[in-house]
C-alpha cells in the first residue's frame, strides 16, 4: 500500500515490485534496486527520474514508459521483438544510452551510527546499540568495514579544510570507523581518552619518532599523543557528505 501524496509514477513502481517480487515498503524496494533509502524517499514525493525508471526496468522488466505516465503494459517488452525495435518506439537505442547515466551502487556492509557530541576537540562517544538494535544506519559502499565497525556524524569544523580541493569533513559528514583496521601516519582516526572516555577525530601524523593528532582546520591545535590513556580506537575508512542542490 502507497501512502497519500505519493508522486504517482512511484506509487506505480511500488506496485510493480509489490506484483512481481512481493516486496512492499521503502527500505525493501531500495535493497531490491540497490539504492539508498533516501533514493526511494525523494522519489516518493518527487517522482522517479527517466534514468532511474531506466534502471527499474533493465533490474526488474517494468516498463519505464508504464512507470513515468502510466501507458501500455506494465512489464517492458521483449528487447529483441519487433515493436520494441520499431521506429516509432518512445526512446531509441541511442536515446537510451544517452539518458542512462547513472547506476546503481551497492551497498557492502551497513553499520551502526553511534552517538557522537563534538567532534571539533574532545567529545563523549558512546555505544549503545547491541549489533541489530541501532536507531540510525550508515551503508558502507567503497569498503567492507569488519564486523565491530561503527560511523560518527562531524559535528564542529576542525576538520575542515580551508584550501579548495583538498580533502575536507565539513559538518555532517558521516564517516564510518573501523577499530579492526591499523592505522599508519597519513591515516585518519579516531582517538580516545580512555580515563574520561572522550573522543576525537583527527589525522594520524609522526615527526622526529613522536605522533600527533593534526586537524585540517590551522586554527585547531596539533595535539601530541603523549598521554599513554590516549589511543588511536579505529581508522576512518570511508566517508560520506551531505549536500543539497
Same mark, same amino acid.
Do not use: C
Given at each position: +500500500?502507497? %501512502?497519500?501524496? +505519493?508522486?504517482?509514477?512511484? &506509487? /506505480?513502481?511500488?506496485?510493480?515490485?509489490?506484483?512481481?517480487?512481493?516486496?512492499?515498503?521503502?527500505?525493501?524496494? &531500495?535493497?531490491?534496486?540497490?539504492?539508498?533509502?533516501?533514493?526511494?524517499? *525523494?522519489?516518493?514525493?518527487?517522482?522517479?527520474?527517466?534514468?532511474? &525508471?531506466?534502471?527499474? %526496468?533493465?533490474?526488474?522488466?517494468?516498463?519505464?514508459?508504464?512507470?513515468? *505516465?502510466? *501507458?501500455?503494459?506494465?512489464?517492458?517488452?521483449?528487447?529483441?521483438?519487433?515493436?520494441?525495435? &520499431?521506429?516509432?518506439?518512445?526512446? $531509441?537505442?541511442?536515446? /537510451?544510452?544517452?539518458?542512462?547515466?547513472?547506476?546503481?551502487?551497492?551497498?557492502?556492509?551497513?553499520?551502526?551510527?553511534?552517538?557522537?557530541?563534538?567532534?571539533? $576537540?574532545?567529545?563523549?562517544? %558512546?555505544?549503545?546499540?547491541?549489533?541489530?538494535?541501532?536507531?540510525?544506519?550508515?551503508?558502507?559502499?567503497?569498503?567492507?568495514?569488519?564486523?565491530?565497525?561503527?560511523?560518527?556524524?562531524?559535528?564542529?569544523? $576542525?576538520?575542515? *579544510?580551508?584550501?579548495? =580541493?583538498?580533502?575536507?569533513?565539513?559538518?555532517?559528514?558521516?564517516?564510518?570507523?573501523?577499530?579492526?583496521?591499523?592505522?599508519?601516519? =597519513?591515516?585518519?582516526?579516531?582517538?580516545?581518552?580512555?580515563?574520561?572516555?572522550?573522543?576525537?577525530?583527527?589525522?594520524?601524523?609522526?615527526?622526529? =619518532?613522536?605522533?600527533?593528532?593534526?586537524?585540517?582546520?590551522?586554527?585547531?591545535?596539533?595535539?601530541?599523543?603523549?598521554?599513554?590513556?590516549? /589511543?588511536?580506537?579505529?581508522?576512518?575508512?570511508?566517508?560520506?557528505?551531505? =549536500?543539497?542542490?
Amino acid at each position: +500500500m502507497t %501512502e497519500p501524496g +505519493m508522486h504517482p509514477a512511484t &506509487a /506505480r513502481l511500488y506496485r510493480a515490485a509489490k506484483d512481481l517480487k512481493g516486496v512492499t515498503g521503502q527500505s525493501a524496494l &531500495a535493497r531490491l534496486l540497490n539504492v539508498s533509502p533516501q533514493v526511494v524517499k *525523494n522519489w516518493e514525493s518527487r517522482g522517479i527520474s527517466k534514468p532511474g &525508471a531506466l534502471m527499474v %526496468e533493465d533490474q526488474l522488466g517494468v516498463s519505464a514508459i508504464w512507470i513515468l *505516465n502510466g *501507458n501500455g503494459d506494465m512489464l517492458a517488452p521483449n528487447p529483441d521483438s519487433p515493436s520494441h525495435k &520499431a521506429a516509432d518506439a518512445p526512446w $531509441s537505442a541511442q536515446e /537510451r544510452q544517452a539518458d542512462y547515466n547513472v547506476e546503481a551502487v551497492e551497498r557492502k556492509r551497513r553499520v551502526p551510527l553511534i552517538s557522537w557530541v563534538k567532534a571539533g $576537540s574532545w567529545g563523549a562517544i %558512546e555505544d549503545q546499540f547491541h549489533p541489530g538494535e541501532a536507531d540510525e544506519w550508515a551503508d558502507a559502499y567503497d569498503t567492507r568495514p569488519g564486523d565491530n565497525s561503527f560511523a560518527l556524524r562531524v559535528t564542529g569544523d $576542525s576538520m575542515t *579544510n580551508p584550501i579548495p =580541493g583538498d580533502r575536507s569533513f565539513p559538518e555532517g559528514t558521516v564517516i564510518i570507523v573501523d577499530p579492526g583496521r591499523s592505522a599508519d601516519a =597519513g591515516d585518519f582516526v579516531i582517538a580516545k581518552d580512555v580515563a574520561t572516555q572522550q573522543a576525537t577525530f583527527k589525522r594520524l601524523v609522526s615527526d622526529g =619518532g613522536r605522533w600527533y593528532l593534526k586537524p585540517l582546520n590551522p586554527t585547531y591545535p596539533t595535539v601530541e599523543i603523549d598521554d599513554p590513556n590516549v /589511543r588511536v580506537i579505529g581508522k576512518v575508512v570511508e566517508y560520506q557528505t551531505r =549536500g543539497k542542490l
